[in-house]
Structures are given as C-alpha cells and as structure tokens.
Nanobody, 123 residues
Framework: QVQLVESGGGLAQAGDSLTLSCAAS????????MAWFRQAPEREREFVAA????????YNAQSVKGRFIISRDNAKNTMYLQMNSLKPEDTAVYYC????????????????WGQGTQVTVSS
C-alpha cells in the first residue's frame, strides 16, 4: 500500500507560480511511475505529467508543456509539480498517483491516488 498526500494548492493569479508536493508513505516510490492528473468541474480527469521510474525522462501534457515541471526526490519519497505561468484554464483539483505499470497516460493504470489539492487561477 502507498499513501499519497498532496499539498501546495491554493489561489493564484494568471502568470503566477505554484509548487505542488506529493508525499508518499508505506512504500518507496523509486519503483513506481509517479504522475499528476487534474480534474476540473464537469470534466474528466486528465493527465498532466508523469515521471516513470524506469527512466529519467518525464512526460507532460501538451497543455502544460513548457510551463509545468514534474520532479521527484526518491530520498524524501516525494514528488513535485512546479507550475509556472499559470492560466485560468489550469484551475482544477490536482491529484498525484502511483503506478507499477508503464501506461502513464491512462488513469486506470494507477493503483494509488491522493485526495487531491485545489488550484484556482484567476484572470
């Protein structure tokens, strides 16, 4: 079992930066693909960024490419999402997730989820 707890969400203005954290417990995340998803009201949960454990490469959704940076600190068992140049359309609940699989885009591939943290960006 892996427990995930997100933090760092809040209110921001367009153009601001926020950094989300995802603290894991129960098991080490160094053998898990870690990812961020988000869900806006009345919309499906969507992929934001992933950090597979088998590679140092990271993957971002096109909508956040060049603005968001995913990273992990395996020693601290924590993952981060640095969000720069925030836009109102980034408003959503952000979830971190962990998977032993390789299909990092598919939410159903993830075994563990955090409770989410709200990010609200005003124009």
């Amino acid at each position: 079992q892996v427990q995930l707890v997100e933090s760092g969400g809040g209110l921001a203005q367009a153009g601001d930066s926020l950094t989300l954290s995802c603290a894991a417990s129960g098991r080490a995340i160094n053998t898990y693909t870690m990812a961020w998803f988000r869900q806006a009201p009345e919309r499906e949960r969507e992929f934001v960024a992933a950090s597979p454990w088998v590679t140092s490469l990271t993957y971002n959704a096109q909508s956040v490419k060049g603005r968001f940076i995913i990273s992990r600190d395996n020693a601290k068992n924590t993952m981060y999402l640095q969000m720069n140049s925030l836009k109102p359309e980034d408003t959503a609940v952000y979830y971190c997730a962990a998977s032993r699989g390789s299909n990092y885009l598919d939410p159903s591939a993830y075994d563990y989820w955090g409770q989410g943290t709200q990010v609200t960006v005003s124009s």
